[in-house]
């Protein structure tokens, strides 16, 4: 996320929360309980996002964590992509020698 996009969702946050003010007040409630409400609906959303971030981070499905699979798996391609028939007829023989050493182990 770029810096103008937090700057755009802080004052959009901030320009809901006078929206929903001016509208509960419009609603018939005095200054007081419609700035008790807005900033209750307000902190209550923060909280949900907070959650939802939480979970996010820590089922490590975050944007960053992604990046850093994908860039894994891309590199891992490019290198069998790049290996001679004899070197993946290599590979394919230790990683059944591996397999066939783990059924033993077990």
């Known amino acids: 996320m770029r810096r103008i996009d937090a700057i755009g969702i802080a ?18 409630l005095d200054s007081l309980e419609a700035g008790i409400w807005s900033q209750a609906v307000l902190v209550g959303g923060l909280f949900g996002w907070l959650l939802t971030y939480l979970f ?14 994908d860039y894994k798996n891309a590199v891992l391609q490019k290198r069998l992509e790049q290996m001679t028939p004899d070197e ?15 059924a033993t182990d077990r």
């Open 56 to 69: 996010r981070a820590g089922t490590k499905k975050m944007t960053y964590n992604q990046q850093v699979k």
């Open 88 to 102: 993946l007829a290599q590979l394919q023989a230790e990683i059944e020698k591996e397999q066939q050493s783990e």
């Open 11 to 28: 004052f959009g946050v901030f320009a809901a929360g006078g929206i929903m003010y001016l509208l509960l007040q419009l609603a018939g």
